[in-house]
């Protein structure tokens, strides 16, 4: 019986030069270097374009979250304008630029939020600080911190009412060396263990109600920003 060679159907003489091109090149630096290019640019190319889709909802939730916190330390009768739209950022000669909301009702500067830090335990404390005409705190509250959890985060609304204290006080109503915490010499209770925290927010709001009797006359013959 004589033996006969088949070959393979799948084996087109049209495959074999690709093949053969792809198992020379394949080991080569260039082909990955081309491979782990194409791959990195194919996957910033899927990021922009989820980026692109959801940008408008993450600006919208944005702002959003920034007018929630407005309202908590600037009262919405305070003011006809919109804050957020109205922003301006100050060059101050002690604190650098300071983000301010100006609040106005009938075009008259009733009251400002600002956004101020200082560094913390664990990096910067972020504040908004929310104040009247007459430099009286209407609100404070912290944006944003790194502090250590279930020990100094009591400054969060959230956690504990401390940062509520401040509500009321003014540079009028409170002696400048009591704006400290009690280890410190003044009236501000800090909390066991953590006291640089509270050290920091009260020396941010301080600065806040500094901050206010340099720029209070520019701001209030600022006009507001017409939508």
């Not at 959230?158 to 009321?168: H, L, Q, V």
Request: proline share 5%; glycine share 8%; aromatic share 6%.
């Amino acid at each position: 019986m004589t033996q006969e060679t088949i070959t393979p159907a799948a084996q087109s003489p049209a495959a074999t030069p690709v093949r053969d091109f792809f198992d020379r090149w394949r080991p080569k630096v260039a082909y990955q270097s081309l491979s782990l290019g194409l791959i990195c640019g194919l996957v910033a190319l899927l990021l922009l374009v989820g980026n692109a889709v959801t940008k408008s909802t993450i600006d919208a939730q944005l702002v959003e979250d920034q007018l929630a916190v407005l309202r908590q330390v600037l009262p919405a009768a305070l003011y006809d304008n919109n804050p957020l739209l109205d922003k301006v950022t100050l060059q101050d000669a002690e604190l650098g630029p300071i983000e301010v909301y100006p609040a106005r009702k009938d075009g008259v500067l009733t009251g400002m939020a600002l956004s101020i830090s200082n560094i913390g335990y664990g990096g910067p404390i972020q504040q908004m600080v929310g104040l009247d005409s007459d430099g009286r705190i209407l609100g404070v509250r912290v944006l944003a911190h790194k502090e250590t959890p279930g020990l100094a985060d009591k400054i969060e609304v959230a956690k504990s009412d401390w940062i509520t204290r401040f509500d009321g006080l003014s540079l009028e109503n409170t002696a400048l060396g009591q704006w400290k915490v009690k280890k410190d010499g003044g009236q501000f209770d800090q909390f066991a263990g953590a006291t640089i925290t509270p050290r920091a927010v009260v020396k941010s709001i301080l600065q806040a109600l500094q901050f206010q009797q340099r720029h209070q006359a520019g701001l209030a013959t600022t006009k507001e920003v017409q939508p």
